[in-house]
């Protein structure tokens, strides 16, 4: 008798039958309470605080990230491009950027996140985010399914405004302050807006994610924000014409030191451009963040290697110009290529970009006055196409086939005819950049004029534009 009270006694401790008598047999522990509201509710209460908890990590870090990208235009981008011109356009040239900040958040939240990413037609969104109505804490999971809507479109907001403000480094030091808000106000619907839905939102005609007709891979805005800026960049150096002086005058940047300042705080900033870009606090944003940081590095290397070899001197703007053109060119590839290409990308990127801008450049004359295509449109052009040879699924498996098996993402995983799709996602850029840049251009200028006279000019734009001076070295 004592043996069999003991047998079924291990058997309750255990939670199973074999040492149980026979006629005696126990259910598991998970049987017998498996069913029971108690533990239903318990289940349901921690797959919900698993849930919460993976949303507010992932919240947290694109909050951060946004913040980042913030950063890269103020102080970043103001201080990369203030360095560059001589110190009587110091503040206008600061002010450009920062002015952007607002002017933009502005049209943001009545109008332009809405034809972005609210579902149209392939080519541009319709009004249904119109003054950000319904967008919340709720996610939009087609976008980002673990945090709220409002997150994913301030963290999108930072691109919109970077993006512009990126092409007055062509214009920088002659053009008009009131032209350029007009400008930026028109170009950012008729340009930015169609090209960022096109890329990024639901059913866009480029879109690698959400049934685009031609998957463009574009991780982080190569195409979206490089290309358009840099393209759009041109047409306005072209169109506007030389500084005064130039090229016969030197037109030296009066402080290489804030330019460095700069340079550093877009490399970090940079990082929530393209590892925010996987919209979670996972391994993929791990491997952009990477993939960041070893493309900037090669390309700060490649320049300055060409440039020594070239002129015998490595010079400090020479390296930092390269670790732009490494940012630039690896953004669109960042969350589909691994360390080595990454490397690969930026090396190319930086020899590349030295020669746009020192050989190119100077054989066309054109006066882009800081080489703002030169880097971002033509380090844009080159990393978007390098996406399609270097992209694999092992990194990030976007395509799938019927079954959702994972299939081939770039030339070197199996899928050339992706470099195909990277040229047209290009091309389309280009157009709409080009044209559209120039229609812009042309209506501002009959209404209320580009370019500043050569006496303001000359007089440098603090004064004329804005009544004040970056030093004032008497007091």
Not at 60 to 68: N, R, S
Not at 235 to 262: N, Q, W
Not at 316 to 342: D, H
Request: neutral net charge.
């Amino acid at each position: 008798m004592k043996r069999i009270v003991l047998r079924i006694l291990m058997g309750l401790i255990l939670g199973g039958s074999l040492l149980a008598p026979a006629g005696f047999a126990v259910a598991p522990q998970e049987t017998r309470t498996a069913g029971t509201p108690e533990l239903q509710a318990k289940i349901v209460a921690l797959e919900q605080q698993v849930a919460d908890a993976r949303s507010a990590g992932d919240n947290a870090w694109m909050l951060v990230c946004a913040a980042l990208v913030l950063m890269m235009t103020g102080p970043g981008l103001a201080l990369f491009y203030a360095g560059l011109v001589r110190k009587k356009n110091v503040l206008a040239t600061m002010m450009q950027s920062f002015i952007l900040m607002g002017l933009v958040t502005v049209l943001w939240a009545l109008f332009g996140y809405s034809l972005v990413f609210h579902e149209g037609n392939r080519f541009i969104g319709n009004f249904g985010y119109l003054f950000l109505h319904g967008v919340g804490a709720a996610p939009d999971p087609d976008y980002a399914e673990t945090i709220p809507q409002q997150t994913f479109m301030v963290y999108q907001l930072m691109f919109a405004i970077i993006t512009p403000a990126l092409i007055t480094g062509a214009f920088a030091e002659r053009m008009k302050f009131k032209a350029m808000l007009v400008f930026m106000l028109l170009w950012s619907v008729i340009v930015y807006a169609p090209m960022a839905h096109m890329v990024w939102g639901k059913g866009g005609f480029l879109n690698a994610a959400l049934g685009g007709t031609i998957p463009t891979l574009d991780f982080a805005g190569g195409t979206v924000v490089h290309v358009t800026s840099g393209v759009s960049a041109l047409v306005c150096a072209l169109y506007l014409g030389k500084r005064l002086g130039f090229p016969k005058e030197h037109l030296a940047p009066h402080s290489v030191v804030l330019s460095v300042i700069g340079a550093c705080l877009l490399w970090v900033g940079w990082f929530g451009f393209n590892a925010g870009s996987a919209l979670s606090a996972g391994s993929l944003a791990t491997s952009a963040f990477v993939a960041t940081h070893f493309g900037a590095a090669a390309a700060a290397l490649g320049w300055a290697a060409a440039e020594w070899y070239v002129n015998g001197k490595a010079s400090v703007l020479g390296a930092i110009s390269g670790a732009v053109a490494g940012l630039v060119a690896i953004t669109p590839a960042s969350g589909f290529v691994g360390p080595m290409s990454s490397l690969a990308i930026g090396a190319i990127a930086g020899v590349f970009c030295f020669l746009m801008v020192t050989k190119v450049k100077g054989k066309f004359g054109y006066d882009d006055s800081l080489d703002a295509f030169g880097v971002h449109g033509a380090g844009g052009t080159l990393g978007a196409i390098l996406t399609g040879v270097f992209a694999v699924k092992a990194i990030n498996p976007i395509f799938k086939n019927a079954q959702g098996v994972a299939t081939a993402v770039g030339m070197i995983d199996g899928h050339p005819s992706q470099v195909l799709n990277q040229l047209v996602g290009v091309a389309i850029a280009w157009i709409l950049a080009a044209v559209g840049t120039l229609v812009i251009l042309l209506a501002v200028d009959w209404a209320i004029g580009l370019r500043v006279t050569e006496e303001q000019e000359v007089q440098g734009l603090d004064l004329s534009q804005h009544g004040e001076e970056g030093y004032n070295l008497e007091v």
